[in-house]
């Protein structure tokens, strides 16, 4: 699929506690709301498949609920042990109160 910005949700419903799940372009997608900010990423853990949403959101890093490891959700950027792998982060815009994400092979 060519990049595309998908409206995945409503900005209000983005609480700074717990992650969002919505689907884009197939993909589970992981909504974070760090200090006023949204992130998106991969909702999928990399080591051992488990979902981020069901995770623990401490500042800007998600664990995994499996096996502890963190990720940033900034970045998408493995933080440490047992990962070994970063998670697929995406651009994220804000209009008219809705969140956007980019998806597609660039983003």
Not at 10 to 37: F, H, K, M, T
Not at 51 to 63: N, S, W
Request: charged share 25%.
């Amino acid at each position: 699929m060519s990049n595309q910005w998908l409206d995945v949700h409503a900005v209000d419903g983005v609480s700074d506690e717990v992650p969002v799940v919505v689907v884009a372009d197939g993909d589970e997608i992981a909504l974070y709301r760090v200090d006023e900010q949204i992130y998106a990423t991969a909702n999928l853990c990399t080591h051992g498949s488990a979902r981020l949403c069901d995770g623990f959101l401490e500042g800007h890093e998600i664990e995994c609920p499996l096996h502890q490891g963190r990720f940033d959700v900034r970045t998408g950027a493995a933080l440490c042990a047992p990962l070994t792998e970063s998670i697929r982060s995406y651009p994220v815009r804000i209009e008219g109160g809705r969140v956007f994400v980019k998806v597609g092979d660039d983003s």
